[in-house]
């Protein structure tokens, strides 16, 4: 049963750094493309991020500022995320991509959501 669980998420102050954490199971991690994603309450969720075997894309409003990798051995997909901003603010979630082959940084691509972890900046 494929399992993705999210971790990290706090309330902070603009500036701040935080890592998040996905661990995943119930599929083979290290040949799946992974992403980050971010959704604000009434909002569309968006893509931030992904991993495609080493090769990373990234929203422009995160460039820069935000890292994502990933330890195959520990089947952990990470974000690191620095220089925060309330614009930053959202639940986030990592997901699998759909398909082999190609791997946008589009919701439509990824399934098996994981619950989220909620990230605050305050200004």
């Known amino acids: 049963q494929v399992q993705l669980v999210e971790s990290g998420g706090a309330s902070v102050q603009t500036g701040s750094s935080l890592i998040l954490s996905c661990a995943a199971s119930?599929?083979?991690?290290?040949?799946?493309?992974m992403g980050w994603f971010r959704q604000v309450s009434g909002k569309a969720r968006e893509g931030i991020a992904i991993?495609?075997?080493?090769?990373?894309t990234y929203a422009e409003s995160v460039k820069g500022r935000f890292t994502i990798s990933r330890d195959n051995a520990k089947k952990t997909l990470y974000l690191q995320m620095s220089s925060l901003n309330p614009e930053d603010t959202g639940m986030y979630y990592c997901?699998?991509?759909?398909?082999?082959?190609?791997?946008?940084?589009?919701?439509?691509?990824?399934?098996?959501w994981g619950q989220g972890t909620q990230v605050t900046v305050s200004s």
């Open positions: 997901a699998r991509a759909r398909y082999d082959g190609e791997c946008p940084l589009e919701t439509s691509f990824f399934m098996s």
């Open positions: 119930g599929f083979t991690f290290s040949s799946t493309c």
């Open positions: 991993d495609h075997f080493g090769h990373t």
